[in-house]
């Protein structure tokens, strides 16, 4: 698991403390160019926030996957084994996954149903979950497409104490993008590039400005 860690006392007027992990599979871990890239959507996560929420000291840990998945796959033991130190208390997990699953063809209540445990793992530690929904796959048909909105529907309407969304789908499509653009954001059917990356980093930060802003007590007090 990677760390990026900012320390902003000397731009800012507060004291409060903010601990992330960012958890998920290949689109965590920043996979592009066929692998011979890493560019987690962190880094400019932490870039925004130091810059919009001017916290004094913050850290962002990643564990993103290749390829895993939440049924059957080590979503589930990874994520309590990054739960399980109790030196460290997360105030938020942003959570991407899905998208594996579908691409073995399961279905879109068994994999919100596989989900749901795993945020319930952090969420019972006391800590906050942002769920993303899972972006388009360029080779999608119709009925992949389907399984997919309909995922991206159950993820959208769950509802939770301490649970939030974020519509990545939306944030960046694929299929509606202009060519040109596409070319610039996407690194294939199913990766960004770094320019995508960083795309989906902003469109992170909004939702948890948005989000934070709205009460004091989201911010979290952990000690980092």
Excluded at 168 to 179: D, E, F, N, Q, R
Excluded at 212 to 224: C, F, H, P, R
Aim: aromatic share 8%.
């Amino acid at each position: 698991m990677d760390t990026a860690t900012s320390s902003l006392a000397s731009i800012t007027p507060t004291n409060i403390n903010l601990r992330l992990l960012c958890f998920g599979a290949s689109i965590t871990a920043g996979w592009s160019a066929n692998g011979t890239h890493l560019y987690p959507y962190s880094i400019r996560l932490s870039a925004r926030l130091a810059d919009e929420l001017q916290t004094s000291h913050f850290s962002i840990d990643v564990d993103g996957s290749s390829g895993d998945t939440a049924i059957n796959g080590q979503y589930l033991n990874r994520m309590r084994q990054d739960m399980k130190d109790e030196k460290i208390h997360y105030d938020w997990v942003i959570v991407q996954g899905g998208g594996n699953d579908l691409g073995w063809d399961r279905t879109p209540e068994d994999i919100f149903a596989a989900l749901r445990v795993v945020w319930d793992i952090p969420l019972k530690a006391g800590a906050k979950v942002l769920a993303l929904t899972v972006t388009e796959h360029g080779n999608d048909n119709a009925q992949q497409n389907e399984k997919r909105e309909i995922l991206n529907a159950l993820v959208s309407s769950y509802h939770a104490d301490g649970f939030y969304t974020a519509d990545l789908a939306t944030a960046i499509p694929y299929k509606s993008m202009p060519v040109e653009k596409r070319k610039k954001i996407w690194s294939d059917d199913t990766h960004f590039t770094k320019e995508g990356y960083e795309l989906m980093g902003d469109a992170i930060a909004d939702r948890l400005v948005e989000i934070i802003g709205k009460s004091e007590s989201l911010w979290g007090k952990a000690e980092l």
